[in-house]
């Protein structure tokens, strides 16, 4: 059996240790800085971002993740509650792997069931791994010290 790059759940628990609570608090700090940035759209733009919520919403909140993602391996609300995402190969994430699972986050987060199949993979893997996290062969970890 070969051993994976990323850190084992039994042995290195403090990279996993409250990483769940955290990440809940990540994604409802992203969720308000992508509304705020929406609502400034909407002004900036005498109201067209906001009578195009959907597509325009879609698209911001894309690039947010898919650009902090790539440059830091974590959206600024990871960085506040201190985790990242660490790829297959135990590094941060390239922009392509950055991307694709950005992308298949937007799905999880767009499809409700496959949101509650999303959390409850989170709950009940040892890596505590989304299925976004699953399809990239991602991980989010406490950040090393």
Not at 107 to 112: D, G, L, R
Not at 132 to 144: A, H, K
Request: glycine share 6%; hydrophobic share 55%; proline share 6%.
């Amino acid at each position: 059996m070969t051993r994976s790059p990323l850190p084992d759940p039994t042995y290195d628990a403090a990279f996993y240790d409250g990483v769940l609570p955290k990440r809940l608090f990540a994604w409802a700090i992203d969720a308000a800085l992508i509304f705020v940035a929406m609502l400034i759209l909407s002004v900036l733009t005498a109201g067209i971002a906001f009578l195009l919520w959907i597509p325009v919403h879609f698209g911001l909140a894309f690039l947010y993740r898919w650009r902090t993602i790539r440059a830091e391996s974590a959206t600024l609300g990871m960085r506040l509650m201190n985790i990242e995402l660490r790829g297959p190969s135990g590094a941060r994430l390239t922009s392509q792997e950055a991307a694709v699972h950005t992308g298949c986050y937007m799905v999880a987060a767009t499809i409700f069931v496959i949101q509650l199949i999303s959390i409850g993979m989170m709950m009940g893997r040892p890596f505590n791994r989304s299925l976004s996290d699953e399809l990239v062969g991602t991980v989010m970890i406490n950040c090393p010290a």
